[in-house]
């Protein structure tokens, strides 16, 4: 039977979901697809939505009432979602299978369903999958999930979990190279077990390894101590770069709040740290851009108030996203006075 996979394709977290799908899913169609697309026809056989709303992505509408219920068919019979953003899975029935936390990324969540999936169960159709089965979100919190590496840095800086000093330059190593299907091969490589001697050998040529306690080494390794190095030298470029462009930024009050906002077409909270200090009067980020057609605003938390649920706004203008980055598109702009 056909397998279709539908992905986000605007960030590391969508593009990671694409190539964990491709590693065990070799025979799927992968078709990315973006907020600003148009929504697409419901293809049979098979169906994976990573990283996406579903609805948004088919283009209907799920009614409050199949929130707790049995979700409507839609010629959907075969699909399989795995997501982690609060909008969606608030406004999604619960009863869609698949694989779903707030608060961890799709990529870890794809990876632990997959690897979960293909080799513990491999007697159940993906929709008869029971995510009990799988980690809960202490787990991934914890770092108790085995997964490679490049997989953990992308998903904890997709939900802005810092501990990680590399998290952030991991993401400027991604963007500094096409990635070849090598690359990915490595990156999402199995883990290994090498002899003693194979470890000495690795040791004494400088190969950075990590050795787990069960004697495996993780090989993607030294394919992400590659890309961080890239990374150092482009994250001192963009700070250097964000900190000049903070001079255009200004508060906009809007939805009861104080945002730091500045016009641009690229952005993320990171964009904002020049100027992202309580004394600055914010109490969160935005950046918005006209497309041609729309304007496109995105908003952040600020890194001195990270209580509030920006999502709620983001939804009430047609959007959605996490508590601290969601976003919408509209005509006009609702907080020009």
Avoid at 21 to 36: C, N, S, T, Y
Avoid at 122 to 131: D, N
Avoid at 139 to 167: C, H, M, Q, S, T
Wanted: proline share 6%.
């Amino acid at each position: 039977m056909k397998t279709t996979v539908i992905h986000h394709s605007a960030d590391f977290d969508g593009i990671f979901c694409r190539e964990i799908a491709r590693k065990f899913l070799p025979d799927a169609e992968l078709i990315g697809w973006d907020f600003v697309n148009d929504p697409i026809p419901i293809p049979d056989g098979n169906i994976y939505v990573m990283d996406l709303p579903v609805d948004r992505v088919f283009g209907f509408t799920y009614k409050p009432e199949d929130v707790s219920g049995q979700p409507p068919q839609n010629g959907l019979g075969k699909l399989v979602w795995i997501d982690h953003h609060k909008s969606s899975i608030e406004t999604h029935p619960a009863a869609i299978p698949g694989y779903r936390i707030d608060g961890v990324a799709a990529c870890r969540l794809a990876w632990q369903w997959f690897t979960g999936f293909v080799h513990q169960n491999p007697q159940l159709h993906p929709t008869e999958y029971v995510g009990a089965m799988l980690p809960a979100k202490s787990d991934f919190i914890d770092r108790k999930v085995e997964e490679p590496l490049a997989v953990r840095l992308a998903g904890e800086y997709d939900i802005w979990d810092k501990r990680d000093l590399d998290v952030d330059i991991f993401q400027f190593g991604l963007r500094s190279r096409e990635l070849t299907t090598h690359d990915w091969q490595t990156l999402l490589g199995n883990f290994t077990k090498p002899s003693i001697a194979e470890i000495e050998r690795m040791m004494d040529a400088g190969h950075p390894i990590d050795l787990r306690p069960d004697g495996t080494v993780d090989e993607s390794v030294s394919t992400v101590q590659g890309l961080l190095g890239n990374g150092k030298l482009l994250q001192s470029y963009q700070q250097s770069n964000d900190a000049g462009m903070m001079f255009r930024s200004f508060i906009i009050e809007f939805e009861g709040l104080k945002f730091l906002a500045l016009t641009t077409a690229r952005c993320n909270s990171l964009t904002f740290a020049a100027k992202d200090v309580p004394e600055t009067g914010h109490d969160a980020l935005m950046g918005f851009y006209f497309d041609g057609q729309k304007w496109n605003v995105s908003l952040y938390h600020a890194k001195h108030n990270t209580g509030i649920d920006l999502s709620h706004i983001a939804v009430k203008y047609g959007g959605g996203g996490h508590r601290g980055a969601c976003g919408f598109q509209a005509e006009t702009l609702p907080f020009l006075k």
